[in-house]
């Protein structure tokens, strides 16, 4: 009776022991304890989404990330291993593009790429070391290629010395598509010159220049979009103790150029010096032509008067980025300005299309499509911000601001998957438009 009574209360202690047991695991994971072991794993966050704003990532419920700006990149912060809810959201909480459940390895280090667009957010998780990885071999450097640049479907890499033509040379990596990443690679320590460039071909939408890498040192480069419709930016990332990382502005930019000065003739455009385009017709535009970043002079002649300028103008071309410079105004008083061209892929289904006022008689316009006002009030030299469509056929019509007085309807077919420019261009009784495809 004593011995039943003794086995009794046992396993009651027991019973107590094992519920205390069971609540401290829930309380652990509740609280995004580690599941696997004593190390932490560690987290770095590239925010590339490029129409969004400032981000946060929480993982579970704790805020690991918070108000990431665009291009802002954190160094690596610790987080619990285990099966773990990681959330991506605007800052502030506003809005979640992303959240999955991702099992995070205890002593794991981790940089996490969010690009995109809100429309269409991706996150990229890449495994940037586990405890068992194994340094470079001796005088090497490892190197992984990430494609987190939604304008750019897929692109080649070459990794080669500095200056070295593309011409006769195989790339490096091939066909590296969005959203995807390459494995490491071991190259000798040194300088070199990294370029992406369209699939197949030699034609550069990348050139980070000559970068130094060191020996026995892991690196990752993710190519990712500033706004270009073809050109690339890259972003450096070393996996070392604390996640260092840096912007490489590419060296290139892209140029575009619309005549809108009416009865001006055709022009020659020139950058610093040099000839950009030639012989461009009124109520015409160009194609894109890569330039150098900086600031640069473009100065636009007329044909017929070679070496008199009629205008210029001095953008700021960004890395990776499309400008558009405008000619417009009456015979001898013709001037330019440029526009930031936003070359984002739309919605699925969808146009992108903006409208610039490049009107010879400065007067803000009221814009309606199918007759319904979209835009009041779009001053001259200046564009609106852009519209998505279903692919269809509209009618534009552009009136004086505040008023009846049409100045110009005229119909427009746009295919979805794509980005246009329109602009209104000329003077009273003569005005016309210029519709351009920027993507």
Sequence with gaps: MILARLAHALAAKLRVLALAFAAVMLASCGSGSSFFGT?????????????????????????????????????????????????????????????????ILDGAKYTYIVSGTTAAPSVQILVDQIVQDQPPAAGMFKLRISNAAITSD???????PPGELLDNMSPTFSGLTYGSSTAYTQIPGGMYQVRFTLPGSKQVIYDGGTLTFSQNVTYEIAGYSRG????????????DSTGTSSIVDSLLAQLKFVHGAPNT????????????????????????DSVLTGAHTVTIEATRVPGAAIATVQ?????????????????????????????????????????????????????????????????????????????DTYTITFVAAGSTNQLLAAPVSLTA?????????GTAGQYGAVLTRDD
Excluded: C, K, W
């Excluded at 897929?154 to 080669?160: G, H, I, N, P, Q």
């Excluded at 270009?228 to 996996?239: C, I, P, Y």
């Excluded at 558009?324 to 146009?351: C, E, I, K, W, Y």
């Design 315 to 391: 953008p700021p071309f960004a890395a990776a980025t499309d400008t558009s410079v405008v000619l417009f105004g009456h015979p001898g008083a013709q001037s330019a300005f440029a526009v930031s061209d936003l070359n984002l892929p739309p919605t699925v289904g969808r146009a992108r299309i903006r409208f610039v006022n490049a009107g010879s008689d400065l007067v803000p316009v009221d814009i309606l499509v199918n007759f319904a006002n979209v835009f009041s009030g779009v001053g001259a030299t200046t564009a609106s911000t852009y519209l998505e469509e279903l692919e």
């Design 265 to 288: 003739g055709t022009v020659n455009v020139f950058t610093d010096g040099l000839v950009s385009f030639s012989n461009v017709p009124y109520q015409s535009a160009s194609i894109y």
């Design 417 to 425: 998957g794509r980005t246009y420019s329109m602009y209104l261009v």
């Design 228 to 239: 270009s419709g073809t050109l690339v930016n890259g972003a450096l990332f070393v996996v």
């Design 154 to 160: 897929a692109f080649d890499v070459y990794v080669s």
């Design 39 to 103: 190390l932490p794993a560690s987290v770095r966050v590239f925010n590339a989404l490029l129409d969004a704003g400032s981000i946060d990532l929480i993982v579970y419920v704790e805020p690991v990330v918070t108000d990431l700006p665009f291009e802002g990149v954190t160094t690596y912060q610790s987080v619990d291993a285990g099966q773990r809810q990681v959330t991506v959201q605007l800052a502030g909480g506003t809005s979640t593009i992303y959240q999955q459940t991702a099992l």
